[in-house]
């Protein structure tokens, strides 16, 4: 499907998409505008409201009808993340549940639930939201869930498996963030087996940006985007990559193309880097279903919930 034009993406109207991460310029942003343009009512999920509410202003004047609606979630957080399902509860049916928003880069750390920050953000805190808006997907009668993984993932080494509240060997920054992208596809796999199995109408599919010019490596390594140090390398990424625009693409395939469960959507271009997207592979370390499996039932000791 390297044909796919996001022109031609389908018509939303009556659809219920949720997108986490809306940074106004970043992947969440664009990804959300083009879902709205096309009638889509768009929950942005966001843990700072005033970045939130600069997105939906930036849409709106876009596309003046969007439908969009805010609610607050801090991925790092689990009490956050079960307060912002809560507070979904009274969405109704969800067409779509794009799991887009990550940290990069950030120094080591542990969030107040004990975690890794990294790990926290782009696995836990996902993998909880999920599972809690599940039987909102289940409603929709033809779910989907769309994990934004990275070419990063090809740099994990080993898959995180040991145990998430303990700190064994020497920090790589780089290493863990390479690893969390892993457990983004292992968790699409199994979860897209296990819904299989369960018999329900819903599909997870995986999709990655590609080089894409946002703010997270900037926001990871200085905590900002603009700034010094910062500045230059936010520059610097943006003048090697190609847009945010361009990078949100593969995310709008997974998330309305007819696409079998557990695809991995990326940029068709020279070494996925940039261009339309179109269907990709995987590294052989993100094709281990056992690893794949372990990490889920990980996963679901560690945020207390089993599903689906």
């Known amino acids: 499907m390297s044909d796919w034009n996001v022109a031609d993406l389908p018509d939303q109207t009556g659809r219920t998409i949720v997108v986490t991460g809306p940074t106004l310029g970043g992947l969440g942003h664009h990804t959300a505008l083009e879902l709205a343009r096309r009638g889509g009512r768009v929950i942005l999920a966001g843990r700072n409201p005033a970045k939130v509410e600069e997105t939906v202003a930036a849409i709106r004047a876009e596309a003046p009808d969007a439908q969009l609606e805010a ?84 740099f994990a080494g080993k898959a995180p498996l040991g145990p998430p509240r303990e700190q064994t060997g020497r920090y790589s920054t780089w290493r863990v963030y390479g690893q969390t992208k892993l457990a983004n596809l292992y968790f699409t796999a199994e979860l897209d087996r296990r819904l299989r199995a369960a018999d329900l109408p819903v599909r997870a599919l995986a999709a990655h940006p590609g080089f894409a010019g946002t703010h997270l490596a900037a926001n990871g390594q200085y905590g900002r985007s603009s700034g010094g140090i910062a500045s230059i390398l936010d520059a610097g990424v943006r003048a090697v990559s190609q847009t945010a625009a361009a990078g949100a693409w593969p995310s709008l395939m997974a998330a309305t193309a007819d696409l079998p ?15 339309r997207p179109r269907t990709v592979g995987r590294s052989r370390l993100a094709r281990n279903d056992e690893n794949a499996r372990r990490l889920w039932e990980i996963s679901e000791q560690t945020v207390d919930l089993r599903y689906p």
């Open 71 to 154: 609610l607050h979630l801090d991925l790092a957080s689990l009490s956050s993340v079960r307060a912002a399902a809560a507070a979904a509860a009274q969405v109704g049916p969800i067409d779509v549940l794009v799991n887009n928003a990550g940290v990069m880069g950030t120094k080591y750390s542990r969030t107040a639930d004990g975690l890794e920050l990294q790990m926290a953000t782009n696995h836990f805190g996902p993998f909880l939201l999920t599972g809690l808006l599940l039987p909102q997907l289940v409603q929709s009668e033809d779910g989907r869930v769309v994990t934004v993984s990275s070419l990063f993932h090809t």
């Open 261 to 275: 469960g557990n695809t991995f959507v990326g940029p068709g271009g020279f070494r996925q880097l940039s261009g």
